[in-house]
């Protein structure tokens, strides 16, 4: 029969080959999607649909472990999402100037809250900390951060993935200018402004992980530096 003992070692011997194969990382060339940032509004707008989709998002978000990278703020559409996200286990960097802590009510729950100096410093900041970018429903200054972001790839500075969520047609009167520029001869055809529109919240990070390719780090240090 054998000495059990002597089995039992040879067996593991056997299995030990297999285990160590299957404990090595494999090595991946897809881009990783950590940190999204999320430019919306402090108001919540005219229809419940624009809040209802930023809950939506941030859900998503927490479910796929997707970090929120944000304004800071607890108000309108801002502080929907992050709570949304909190509430549902994932993680919140709120990026605020000092001057919008009053104002916008800096979200005191999130997990790392960022007070800067000015809006350079909060730009500057969620480029760094972010992998895509996603533009919900809002005001002139989510619109200014919008355009910075588009008018950066389209240089080829950067190629972080930038979506649109169409809520109800709310980008139609901005994609309808694009349109106009573009008839218009201000924007060249090899000059092309690159991003995508879902109409889906659902359709968010699939959109991003299609679009995403591998960093170059120095057209993304000259972005950074620029701020």
Request: hydrophobic fraction near 40%; glycine fraction near 10%; charge should be neutral.
């Amino acid at each position: 029969m054998g000495d059990p003992r002597q089995q039992r070692k040879a067996q593991m011997q056997q299995r030990s080959p297999k285990t160590t194969d299957l404990a090595e990382p494999q090595a991946s060339s897809e881009p990783q999607i950590r940190n999204v940032c999320v430019y919306c509004g402090s108001n919540t707008g005219a229809d419940p649909a624009y809040a209802e989709t930023a809950r939506k998002l941030g859900g998503l978000f927490a479910k796929d472990h997707v970090g929120l990278v944000y304004g800071g703020g607890s108000l309108g559409l801002m502080g929907e999402l992050a709570r949304s996200v909190l509430e549902h286990g994932g993680r919140v960097t709120g990026i605020i100037p000092g001057f919008l802590s009053e104002r916008e009510r800096m979200l005191r729950d999130a997990d790392e809250l960022i007070v800067v100096e000015d809006m350079h410093q909060r730009k500057k900041l969620m480029f760094d900390r972010s992998d895509a970018f996603v533009a919900l429903p809002g005001g002139i200054g989510t619109l200014e951060e919008l355009v910075e972001q588009l008018t950066w790839a389209q240089l080829g500075r950067h190629a972080k993935p930038i979506v649109l969520v169409d809520v109800k047609g709310f980008w139609t009167p901005f994609l309808d200018l694009i349109g106009h520029m573009k008839a218009q001869s201000f924007i060249r055809p090899n000059m092309d402004v690159t991003f995508r529109r879902v109409e889906r919240v659902e359709d968010v990070l699939p959109t991003i992980r299609a679009a995403a390719v591998p960093p170059k780090k120095e057209a993304e240090a000259v972005v950074s530096e620029k701020f």
